[in-house]
């Protein structure tokens, strides 16, 4: 008759006296897979990768969108500051992990790590003006909103869009103190 115990993951059937040892090493053998499974799907579903890549895939919509709509998706705050800080944190930290697990393509990182370059360059060259009034060096920002557009093409990601929602937090002035923003990933047909 099959039975489970308690923490085992799998069950045994009825044991015959003289295939007692055989079944044992057949039980615990099942027993080490079974534990090898959990912890592969464990390891699978607590890997941040997917998440981190979707987050990219965003911050490439929001560098890649005219000023006012980055001022839209960023809210309050340093709009381009941000941005590129999302942009480190998703893609510079993770660009091996991207390689890895085939998220992106030696071209497309090729095309990415030019982003980071130039962006690096900036932190660099540029005065504070230039980082929160990008409105007054829209050349210099068309240049990355072209690489951008370009890399979301090369990732198959250029028919996505991103829906943005703000929830701001108010003191008793009427002055935002704190606010919460939810960007979605929308993949458009077409």
């Known amino acids: 008759m099959a039975h489970k115990k308690k923490g085992h993951l799998t069950t045994t059937v009825e044991w015959s006296k003289h295939l007692r040892k055989y079944m044992k090493n057949q039980f615990w053998r099942g027993e080490r897979n079974a534990g090898k499974r959990l912890i592969r799907k464990e390891l699978f579903e607590t890997d941040n990768a997917m998440w981190r890549f979707e987050e990219l895939v965003k911050t490439l919509i929001a560098m890649s969108s005219s000023f006012e709509r ?7 705050g340093a709009t381009a500051d941000e941005m590129l800080m999302d942009f480190y944190s998703h893609y510079t930290l993770n660009k091996v992990k991207f390689l890895e697990r085939k998220f992106i393509t030696n071209e497309s990182k090729k095309l ?5 370059s130039l962006t690096d360059s900036w932190s660099d060259e540029k005065e504070e003006d230039f980082w929160f009034e990008m409105e007054n060096y829209e050349e210099d920002w068309n240049v990355l909103r072209g690489k951008a557009k370009l890399a979301l093409v090369k990732l198959g990601k250029d028919k996505c869009t991103v829906e943005v929602k703000h929830e701001n937090n108010f003191d008793e002035n009427g002055n935002i103190v704190m606010q919460k923003t939810k960007i979605e990933l929308k993949e458009n047909e077409g």
């Open 70 to 76: 980055q001022k839209e998706i960023y809210g309050f």
């Open 112 to 116: 990415l790590d030019d982003i980071d």
